[in-house]
Nanobody
Framework: QLVESGGGLVQAGGSLRLSCAAS????????MGWFRQAPGKEREFVSA????????LYRDSVKGRFTISRDNATNTVNLQMNSLKPEDTAVYYCAGRYGVLTEYKKYYHYWGQGTEVTVSS
């Protein structure tokens, strides 16, 4: 089970920190990712981190602004989002997969319910 938290309303240029708490299995062995879905759009990849944390991926539009991290001791994955823009507004989903690091959502087997992020201009 994956449970996201930390979403909310923030002004452009502000910051939010999303967290994903994992339970029910050993997610420390899993690649963990963040995806987002804006109204009327498809769910898209945001970032992912390897099971040891040594490898990360980001979509181009968030590079330099977002940072993904994980703490396997507490089964949590975080997404620090800085310099937020209105186009970052979406529901953000945590996801997990057992395998290699990838940005393709079809390879993620476990999903949270999402947390909403709204960035006002």
């Amino acid at each position: 089970q994956l449970v996201e938290s930390g979403g909310g309303l923030v002004q452009a240029g502000g910051s939010l920190r999303l967290s994903c708490a994992a339970s029910g299995r050993t997610f420390s062995n899993y690649v963990m990712g963040w995806f987002r879905q804006a109204p009327g759009k498809e769910r898209e990849f945001v970032s992912a981190i390897s099971w040891r944390g040594g490898g990360t991926l980001y979509r181009d539009s968030v590079k330099g602004r977002f940072t993904i991290s994980r703490d396997n001791a507490t089964n949590t994955v975080n997404l620090q989002m800085n310099s937020l823009k209105p186009e970052d507004t979406a529901v953000y989903y945590c996801a997990g997969r057992y395998g290699v690091l990838t940005e393709y959502k079809k390879y993620y087997h476990y999903w949270g319910q999402g947390t909403e992020v709204t960035v006002s201009s």
